[in-house]
Structures are given as structure tokens and as C-alpha cells.
């Protein structure tokens, strides 16, 4: 591969060597300083053709060095080109060309002639092929390279023979970009989330029934455990100590405060006094099964309703309900919770009265919305009570199930130990106990089919009962805005006879009972207005809650099943060698 270098010698330009020319023309004065570093004012400065041969490296406008970040500290930037000169020791005369012309000349015959000119590759190309030699010869003096003025750009073409070719494609390792560092969000672990509050949960656990006292003024006694990350609480994790009536005493406390604003109320579980007397009477050691069986259905039941009380946003923060989770102290006692007290009477007169209230009051609904969710909700309640039974004859038949099978069990035992047979004796053996197993898991299937589809569809039944509630509350504050306008119209009408009649001393009377119950009318339309709008936002919580704990029911449920078929599967798999081995 052969180059070119065009080179033009004149010793008349040089201001150090021409007394004439101390200073250059100022159309010179952009060559007083060099070139910046892989520019192409080299390259073109004494070309006149545009397809003058140019080096590959000076084509490269931008070469990685120049795109590396300023602030890599392994790679200084190059010096930014300036078209002003600097100002030079008058002793030393300026070099030119000092960034082009940095290899050794060869002088022969008088005149200077480059032998062997190295191109100017940037740091690290070619591997160490196209590396400058060290030399000690002066340069060649801008003298006598510079061509006279007015002389013609021109210069003789003076090929270069170099002496190695150098690879003219630049072994460049471009430098790593600067890693652009992102903006560091501050996220919270799990924990910190959970004390900010980021995602409030509340988790309430009912254990450990105690029996407290002996006969009938004994009573039983839960240990309430509550888990929580919700600010207004003082601890996130503690323990207290409960007795049923105090979780019938939040109930009532609740729904004299909230249900008239049209909350949902979650229901308390049913007090039994057959159980309850059952309890009472027995003693801890000589507890029989259904004791034990109402004991735990009870404790199963309370952490289901404090779960879906502590669910609801309004109800957690309640004063009592705080006090009754909180306070590491026993609770004032609830006298108004037995069903043979007084207030047990009044409530329930209460509830006649309110039944006959919804069959004989037909209320003209105007809002479609209500119209159309009491009807579904009529629906729904319908359809739960008829899978509640549904679930209920299937626990009972998973139950006897069981007992069939253990029944089974025994008789197998009976008859292999009557076998003459040694391994049909042994077979029947194997048999029985893989009968007792399988009782064992149908056993456990139905306690899974009761607790987790039959008591939960059991609970939603008395929300459907407590969601009618709510609906009715709105019936009677309709009652009592519709009441109110009745009356003012009957106050109207006495004030406009009175007018007529003259009596001005009944007049100014009439007056005032029709302001005030204007006012009345007023309040009473504002109070229906917004216990709609709650009932509404309320529905929308319910519908919610509604689906996700069908669908964890059914999910659980299917799980269960599953693991214990699983269960019967590995035994009777077994079993089928012992029976094989019959002979």
C-alpha cells in the first residue's frame, strides 16, 4: 500500500528565519496554532482536490476517545481546538505543524525530504505495528516547509516509501461507557412497610377456650390474639383475655352506633343455652365429644366475626372495638347479653314489632338502584339457605361415611383374627388397619367440609340478615322524612286558619311549629340522602369481600379434598401387595 504526503519547502515564510516576515498575514493567523487532535485541517490544508488522498483516521470525525464521558478518569479528553494564538517565547520560533510533523527528516540534497512519515493514529491503534521511534534529530524547521506569499499551493508530490506498512485501521478498544447512575427510590422492606402503614392489615386469632368458675356461674374464656401494623394501635402483636359475653357486648355496642348511619354490621354468633348449660354442668376432665365439638364450633365462629369486624375500616377504629382488643384488663360486664335478662325481652319485642313493621309498610322506591339490590339480595339469601342445607347433608354424610368405614375396620379386625389362613389371616389384618386410616381421613374431611363451606355459607346467611337491616334502616328514615311533611303540611294548613280566622295570637304560634318543622323535613331528607349514599359504598365493600372469601372457600375446600384423596390413594397402594401375597 502506497501513500502520499504532499510537502511543500520554502524558507521564506518563517518569521524566525525571514527578518521580513516577523509577523503573518492575518489570514494566516488560524495556522499559528495546531490543528486539533485527528482533525481534517491537516489533511486538507495543501490539498486543492477534493478527492485528494486523506487517511482513513482523519475521515473519523469523532473518534471513540472523543466519545468517551469527560469524567473517565483512565482517558483524558483532547484538547479543544482554538483558532487563537497563544502567545510564543521570541527565542524559540513557533512550530507549525509540530502535531503532523513529529518523525524524523531525512535532508538530501539541500532540500528536506520526509522519508518516512508516521500518520497520526489515535492512542492504542494498530497494536504496537504503527508505534513512533524515539529519535533525537531536530525537526525540520517550519521554514523550510512554509511556501512563500503569493506562491501557488501546489507543491511537487514527493512519494514516501515507509519503510513498514502500517495498518491504517485503528486497533481501538473503545473505553466502557460511564454508567449512568439511577436515581435511588427509598423502599421500605416488608416490615417497614407494614409499621408505615403502607398496607394495613389486621389478623385476630381466638384460642385457647378456658373454663372459669364451677356450675352455673362458671362462664368460658378466649384468648384473643391480634396482629396488626395499623397506626392508631399501640402494639403491633399482643394478647387478651375474653369472655363470650363480651364479644355479644361489642356487637351490641357497634350496632348502636353505626347501624342507623347504614354500616353493615357483622353478626356475633348465636348464644345456645343448651350448650351453654352443657358446659356449665360438666367438668374439664369427664368433657364428652359434644362438648367438645360445641366448644370448638363456638371459638371458630368468634374469630370469624372479629376478622370480618376488624375488616371494616370504620368499625376497627371504633373506640370499643379498640378497647376490647387493647385492653389487657376484664371488660365492664354485659348484663343486657343473657337472653332471659329484660333487655333480652326488649329486643326481642323490638324484633316483632320491626317484622310486622317490613309486612304491613310497602315503601315507593324512586331510586332503581335499591330497587333492583333487594331483589338480589332477597335472591341470595334464598339460594344460601338452600346450599346450607346442601353442605349440612353432606357433612352428615361424610360423617356417618366415617363411622361406616370404622365399623368395617372392626369387623375386618374380628374376622382376621378367626382366619386359619396365615397369609389370608394377614391380609385381613392389613385391611383393617388400612380401613382405620381411611376413617380416620374421612373423619377429617367432613370436619374440613363443616368448618370451611357450611359454617362460612352459615355466616353469610345472617350478613344477608344484617344487610336487610341496613336496607330497613333506610325504610324508616324514610318513614321519618315522610312523617315530617305530613306534619307540616297539618301545620300549614292550622296556621292558614288561624289567618283566616284572624286569631293573630295563634298565628305568630303557628309560625314558629311551621319553621321548625320545616327544619325537620329538611334534616330528615338530607338524613335519607346520605344513608343512601352509605348504604351504597357499603354494598360495594360487601360485594368485594363477598367474592374473596367464596372463592378462598371453594379454593380451600378443593385442597382439602384433594389431600385427602391423595391420603386414601397411598393407602390402599399399600395394601395391594399384602393382598397379592394371598397363596
Not at 13 to 18: A, I, M
Request: one cysteine or more; charged letters at 25%; a negative charge.
Amino acid at each position: 500500500m502506497r501513500l502520499y504526503l504532499i510537502v511543500s519547502a520554502s524558507p521564506s515564510l518563517c518569521p524566525g528565519d525571514n527578518p521580513q516576515a516577523t509577523h503573518l498575514p492575518r489570514a494566516w493567523a488560524p495556522l499559528a496554532r495546531p490543528p486539533p487532535h485527528g482533525s481534517r485541517l491537516t489533511a486538507d490544508l495543501f490539498s486543492t482536490n477534493p478527492g485528494a488522498l486523506k487517511s482513513p483516521v482523519s475521515e473519523q470525525t469523532t473518534t471513540p476517545e472523543d466519545q468517551r464521558s469527560p469524567e473517565d478518569p483512565l482517558t483524558p479528553p483532547p484538547p479543544a481546538a482554538s483558532l487563537t494564538p497563544e502567545p510564543h517565547n521570541p527565542g524559540t520560533p513557533p512550530d507549525l505543524f509540530e502535531s503532523v510533523a513529529e518523525g524524523p527528516v531525512v535532508v538530501q540534497g539541500g532540500s528536506p525530504k520526509l522519508s518516512s512519515v508516521p500518520l497520526d493514529l489515535p492512542a492504542g491503534g494498530n497494536g504496537g505495528e504503527g508505534k513512533q521511534q524515539d529519535t533525537s534529530e531536530p525537526p525540520v524547521p517550519p521554514s523550510s516547509i512554509l511556501p512563500p506569499m503569493g506562491a501557488p499551493l501546489t507543491p511537487p508530490v514527493v512519494p514516501i516509501t515507509p519503510t513498514a506498512t502500517p495498518s491504517l485501521t485503528p486497533n481501538i478498544t473503545p473505553a466502557a461507557p460511564t454508567p449512568v447512575t439511577p436515581v435511588a427510590v427509598a423502599r421500605s422492606s416488608p416490615e417497614q412497610a407494614e409499621g408505615d402503614g403502607g398496607d394495613e392489615f389486621i389478623q385476630i386469632t381466638v384460642s385457647d377456650p378456658q373454663k372459669i368458675g364451677d356450675g352455673m356461674s362458671s362462664y368460658m374464656a378466649y384468648k384473643v390474639t391480634t396482629k396488626t401494623n395499623v397506626s392508631y394501635f399501640r402494639k403491633k402483636h399482643w394478647s387478651v383475655m375474653r369472655r363470650f359475653s363480651d364479644f355479644l357486648g361489642l356487637h351490641r355496642k357497634l350496632v348502636e352506633k353505626h347501624l342507623h348511619s347504614g354500616r353493615v354490621i357483622p353478626p356475633a354468633p348465636e348464644k345456645s343455652a343448651i350448650g351453654t348449660t352443657k358446659i356449665k354442668l360438666g367438668s374439664d376432665k369427664n368433657a364428652d365429644s359434644g362438648s367438645l365439638d360445641f366448644i370448638e364450633r363456638r371459638r371458630a365462629a368468634l374469630e370469624r366475626y372479629m376478622n370480618r369486624t376488624s375488616t371494616h375500616p370504620t368499625l376497627r377504629a371504633d373506640p370499643d372495638f379498640r378497647e376490647f382488643v387493647e385492653l389487657d384488663a376484664e371488660l365492664p360486664r354485659a348484663t343486657q347479653t343473657s337472653a332471659l335478662s329484660s333487655a333480652g325481652v326488649l329486643r326481642l319485642l323490638n324484633r316483632v314489632g320491626e317484622t310486622v313493621n317490613k309486612m304491613t309498610f310497602k315503601m315507593d322506591e324512586s331510586d332503581q338502584w335499591f330497587e333492583e339490590r333487594t331483589q338480589q339480595i332477597e335472591s341470595l339469601d334464598a339460594q344460601l339457605r338452600k346450599l346450607h342445607a346442601s353442605m349440612e347433608r353432606l357433612v352428615n354424610y361424610r360423617r356417618e361415611l366415617a363411622l361406616s368405614t370404622a365399623a368395617f375396620a372392626k369387623a375386618t379386625a374380628v374376622l382376621s383374627s378367626v382366619e386359619e389362613h396365615s397369609s389370608l389371616s394377614r391380609a385381613l389384618h392389613q385391611l383393617s388397619e388400612s380401613t382405620e386410616r381411611t376413617q380416620t381421613i374421612h373423619h377429617a374431611q367432613a370436619d374440613a367440609d363443616f368448618y370451611v363451606l357450611s359454617e362460612n355459607t352459615k355466616d353469610y346467611i345472617q350478613l344477608i340478615s344484617a344487610v336487610k337491616d341496613v336496607f330497613h334502616e333506610r325504610v324508616k328514615t324514610f318513614q321519618t322524612w315522610q312523617h315530617a311533611q305530613i306534619t307540616l303540611a297539618k301545620k300549614r294548613e292550622a296556621k292558614a286558619k288561624a289567618e283566616l280566622a284572624g286569631r293573630m295570637d295563634k298565628v305568630q304560634q303557628a309560625q314558629e311549629e311551621v319553621t321548625e318543622w320545616e327544619g325537620k323535613v329538611e334534616r330528615s331528607q338530607e338524613e335519607f340522602e346520605r344513608i343512601s349514599r352509605a348504604i351504597k359504598k357499603e354494598m360495594e365493600q360487601f360485594d368485594v369481600m363477598r367474592v374473596k372469601d367464596f372463592r378462598d372457600m371453594v379454593i380451600k375446600y378443593l385442597e382439602d379434598l384433594m389431600t385427602s384423596q391423595q391420603q386414601i390413594i397411598k393407602v390402599w397402594e399399600t395394601f395391594i401387595p399384602e393382598a397379592k401375597a394371598i397363596s
